[in-house]
C-alpha cells in the first residue's frame, strides 16, 4: 500500500468533499474523471478518505464496486478498465447465505470459450455496469471469475430495482451464456483467496462510508432536537435525550476507530486480516443498528418521513451491515467456527 | 395459559370457524403473500365482519357494538391476528365509534354509527400537528365560533389513511384557558369541504397511508361537536382508557413469530442447511418468544383487574418494543434479502426480483414502517414520563 502523507489525504478529503457539495446527483464518470481516483481505487487508506466523504453525502457512487472490481482485475493481471467505467462483481446467489462455498452457477468449457449457467442476486450496479465480474464453480468444482460485458445479453437476463439505500440493482441469471476464452479472469479454479481478500478490502471500504454517515446521522440528530420544542423548551433539554444521543456518540467514535482498523488491517495475511475486518464490522454493524434507530427515534413523526434525509441514511446503513456478510458471520470468523 | 370458561372455549371456536368459512379469502390471501390491501379489500373485510355483527368492537349493544367482556374482545382480536385476516382500520371502529356512542347526540349517533358499521363512511383522526406532537395538549388547531358554525383553521399531520376518509375528528382549540388540557373540543367535519386539502406523506417504507391536512377557514356546524365545548381532553383519556389494550397485538406477534420460522426453513444458511437450523438466528428467536410470553402474562393480568396509568405506559412499551424486536428478527434472518426495496401494490410484486426470495422485501419495509410504534400513540418517552410519575408518587 502506498503511504499517502498527511497533507495529501487533508487534499484529497477537501476536494471529495467539495465535488459532493457542488453536484446535485453526481455520476460516476464525472465524478472518477474530475477527481481523477485511478489511483484511490488500489489504494485503501485513499479509498477510506473518499468513502467516508459519500458516506457524508449519501452519494450513490459505485465506489467499492469499482474499486474491488479493480482490485480483482489488477491481481489477476487482467487488462484494467479506465477509472470512468463502472464495474461490479455478482456473487450472491439464492441457495447461499454468505459463504462463497454456497455459490453454484456453474461455467463449462465449450468450444473455444465459456458457457454460463446459474443466478445471482442483488449484484449492485449490474445494470449500469460496462463490466461485470461472476464468481462460477468450473471443472473440478473449484471457484473462477470470469469477466462479462452485459451489453452482449443473448442467454443472460437481467431484472433491475433499486435497493432500499436507492443504489441500482439487479438480479441476473445465466442460460448458456457464451463467453469467449480470454472472460476467464485469474487462476481456473482458484478464485476462492482472491475473493476472500476482495471482501476485505470492500468491508473496509464500506466501513469507512459507514463512519461518514453515522456522523451525519448524529449531527443531524443534535440539531434536529435543538430545534424542535416540545413542553416549552428544545427537546435536546432532556437529560434523557442527551445520553441517548451521547450513547450515539459513543458508536460513532468506535466506528470510526474500527473503519481505521479495518484499512490497516488490509496489509496482514488471511487470517489476522480477516479477524481484524471482521472485529472492525461487529462494531460498524452495531452502531449502524443502533445509531439509526435513535436518530429516526429522536426525530419522532419526522424521522419516518421520505422527505428527511434521515431516513435515506438509516437505510443506507442496513444495507451496509450485510452487503458481504452479516455480524453473525463476522462474529463466527472471529471465534474460528 | 389463559383458562377460559366453557362459553369463552365455544367462543373462541365461533371466531375460528368465522374466519376460517365466512370471511374473504382473498384478503387473506394477500395479507399471506405480502401485497398491500386496498380500500376495497377493507371494505370486504368488514361487510364480512359486520354480516356477523362483529365489526363494532368495544362499542355497546344498543347502537350495533359486539358488547363483548374484555376477554371475549381479547379472543377475537387474537383469532382475527392469527388467521392473517385484516387489522381492522381503528379510526372510525375503535376510536370515534365508542365516543359518539358514549358523548355523540342522538342525531350524531343516529346518523355516523350506521354509516360506520355499513362500511359507508371512513374516518381520519385529527389529533397530531406539526408543533403538538408528544406535547399533544399544546395544539393550536382553533375553531372560532360564528354563528351556528365554527370556523376551523389549522394543520393536523400524521393522518394515517385519510386519503380513504370520508370524515375526520379534530381535536381543536375553542378557548384559552389556564390549563392548556382545557378549552379543547372535538369537532367533526366531512373532508371534501371547500378549505380542506389532504397532502400524502411518503414514509421511509414507501407508504403514503399518512398524510397532513391543512384546514383553511373550514365551516362546520355547532352540531358537528362531540359533546360538549371544552371538554375534548376528558373524551380523549375515557377512550384511552377504554382501548389501552387494543395495541398489545398479542396473536399478531404470535403469528409473526411462527412465520418467521415458516421462512428461516426456506433461507439457506451458512454452510449448508437452513436458517430454521442455525442456532444463533434460533436463539435469537427464542429471546422474543420468551418476551412475548411474559408480556402476554401481563396483558391477561390486566384484562382480570383495573391497571394503573403506569401499568398500561408499561404495556405500550413493551408490546411495541417486542412488536419492533421481531420486524428486527425479520430482517437479520433476511441478511441480503432485505436490499431490494420493491413495490408491493401488485400482486406479482415479487417477481421484480426473480432471484431473490420475497420474504426480505416485506421484512424490511415492515421493519421501517413499525419504526413508528415507538413513536406513535404517545413516544415511549412520554409513557416513562408517565411511569416516572408514579414512581415518584410512591416516593413520596
Not at chain 1, 180 to 189: F, T, V
Not at chain 1, 231 to 240: L, R, S, T, V, W
Not at chain 2, 148 to 170: P, V
Request: charged share 25%.
Amino acid at each position: 500500500m502506498n503511504v499517502v502523507s498527511e497533507t495529501e489525504q487533508a487534499m484529497l478529503r477537501d476536494a471529495v468533499r467539495a465535488y459532493l457539495a457542488r453536484s446535485g446527483e453526481p455520476n460516476w464518470a464525472d465524478f472518477a474523471e474530475r477527481l481523477g481516483i485511478g489511483a484511490a481505487l488500489l489504494d485503501a487508506r485513499q479509498g477510506a478518505i473518499i468513502a467516508e466523504e459519500i458516506g457524508r453525502t449519501r452519494a450513490p457512487l459505485p465506489f467499492a464496486e469499482v474499486a474491488t472490481t479493480t482490485w480483482l482485475l489488477d491481481r489477476c493481471g487482467a487488462p484494467a478498465l479506465p477509472a470512468t467505467a463502472i464495474a461490479t462483481l455478482a456473487w450472491a446467489e439464492p441457495a447461499l447465505r454468505y459463504d462463497f462455498a454456497g455459490i453454484a452457477a456453474t461455467a463449462r468449457r465449450e468450444g473455444g470459450g465459456w458457457r454460463l449457467d446459474g443466478a445471482k442476486s442483488v449484484a449492485g450496479w449490474a445494470a449500469e455496469a460496462d463490466t461485470i465480474l461472476i464468481t462460477a464453480r468450473t471443472g473440478d468444482n473449484g471457484l473462477s471469475l470470469f469477466r462479462i460485458d452485459p451489453a452482449k445479453a443473448e442467454g443472460l437476463s437481467l431484472s433491475p430495482y433499486h435497493t432500499i439505500d436507492g443504489h441500482p440493482a439487479a438480479d441476473l441469471s445465466f442460460k448458456n451464456h457464451a463467453l469467449s476464452a480470454d472472460a476467464l479472469i485469474g487462476p481456473e479454479g482458484g478464485a476462492i483467496d482472491l475473493l476472500d481478500e476482495a471482501r476485505d478490502r470492500a468491508l473496509a471500504l464500506f466501513a469507512a462510508e459507514a463512519v461518514g454517515l453515522l456522523d451525519r446521522l448524529l449531527e443531524q440528530t443534535v440539531a434536529y432536537t435543538g430545534q424542535r420544542r416540545q413542553f416549552g423548551q428544545p427537546i435536546a433539554g432532556f437529560q434523557a435525550l442527551q445520553h441517548r444521543m451521547v450513547d450515539m456518540y459513543l458508536e460513532c467514535e468506535l466506528a470510526r476507530s474500527s473503519a481505521w482498523l479495518a484499512v490497516e488491517a488490509l496489509d496482514q495475511e488471511a487470517p489476522g486480516r480477516g479477524r481484524a475486518i471482521s472485529s472492525a464490522m461487529v462494531n460498524i454493524a452495531r452502531a449502524c443498528r443502533f445509531v439509526g434507530q435513535q436518530a429516526i427515534q429522536l426525530h419522532g413523526g419526522m424521522g419516518m418521513t421520505d422527505e428527511l434525509p434521515i431516513g435515506h441514511y438509516v437505510k443506507r446503513a442496513m444495507a451496509i451491515e450485510i452487503l458481504w456478510a452479516d455480524a453473525d458471520w463476522h462474529l463466527a470468523r472471529i471465534a474460528g467456527l | 395459559m389463559l383458562k377460559l370458561t366453557a362459553e369463552e372455549t365455544a367462543f373462541q371456536g365461533e371466531v375460528r370457524a368465522f374466519f376460517a368459512r365466512d370471511y374473504p379469502a382473498h384478503v387473506i390471501a394477500k395479507n399471506r403473500a405480502g401485497q398491500r390491501l386496498t380500500k376495497q379489500d377493507h371494505i370486504d373485510a368488514q361487510r364480512a365482519l359486520h354480516a356477523r355483527g362483529w365489526l363494532g368492537v368495544g362499542w355497546p349493544r344498543e347502537v350495533g357494538g359486539t358488547g363483548w367482556t374484555p376477554t371475549e374482545r381479547y379472543i377475537f382480536d387474537q383469532e382475527l391476528e392469527l388467521a392473517h385476516a385484516a387489522a381492522i382500520i381503528p379510526m372510525a371502529v375503535i376510536y370515534i365509534g365508542p365516543i359518539i356512542a358514549a358523548f355523540g347526540s342522538d342525531q350524531q349517533k343516529a346518523e355516523w354509527l350506521p354509516a360506520i358499521l355499513e362500511s359507508r363512511s371512513f374516518w381520519a383522526q385529527g389529533y397530531s400537528e406539526p408543533e403538538a406532537g408528544s406535547d399533544l395538549a399544546s395544539l393550536r388547531f382553533s375553531a372560532v365560533r360564528d354563528g351556528d358554525d365554527y370556523i376551523l383553521n389549522g394543520t393536523k399531520i400524521w393522518t394515517s389513511g385519510a386519503q380513504w376518509a370520508d370524515w375526520i375528528f379534530c381535536l381543536a382549540r375553542t378557548s384559552r384557558e389556564e390549563r392548556k388540557q382545557q378549552g379543547i373540543s372535538l369537532i367533526c367535519a366531512p373532508l371534501d369541504l371547500a378549505g380542506i386539502s389532504v397532502h400524502p406523506i411518503r414514509l421511509i417504507d414507501g407508504s403514503d397511508e399518512l398524510n397532513r391536512i391543512e384546514f383553511d377557514n373550514v365551516r362546520v356546524p355547532v352540531t358537528n361537536r362531540i359533546g360538549d365545548e371544552g371538554q375534548a381532553w376528558h373524551y380523549a383519556n375515557v377512550l384511552l382508557k377504554n382501548e389501552r389494550l387494543s395495541y398489545a397485538h398479542i396473536g399478531a406477534k404470535k403469528r409473526d413469530l411462527a412465520k418467521l420460522l415458516e421462512e428461516a426453513a426456506r433461507l439457506p444458511a451458512n454452510g449448508g442447511g437452513m436458517m430454521d437450523r442455525d442456532p444463533s438466528f434460533r436463539l435469537a428467536h427464542a429471546r422474543v418468544e420468551a418476551r412475548l410470553a411474559a408480556i402476554e402474562a401481563s396483558i391477561l393480568r390486566a384484562l382480570r383487574d383495573e391497571i394503573s396509568m403506569a401499568t398500561a405506559a408499561a404495556l405500550k412499551i413493551a408490546c411495541t418494543e417486542c412488536a419492533q424486536a421481531i420486524t428486527e428478527l425479520g430482517i437479520d434472518l433476511a441478511g441480503r434479502g432485505r436490499l431490494p426495496m420493491l413495490d408491493r401494490d401488485r400482486a406479482d410484486w415479487a417477481d421484480a426480483a426473480p432471484a431473490t426470495s420475497s420474504f426480505g422485501p416485506a421484512a424490511v419495509q415492515s421493519y421501517l414502517f413499525e419504526r413508528a410504534q415507538t413513536i406513535y400513540g404517545g413516544s415511549t418517552e412520554v409513557q416513562k414520563n408517565i411511569i416516572w410519575r408514579s414512581l415518584a408518587g410512591m416516593a413520596r
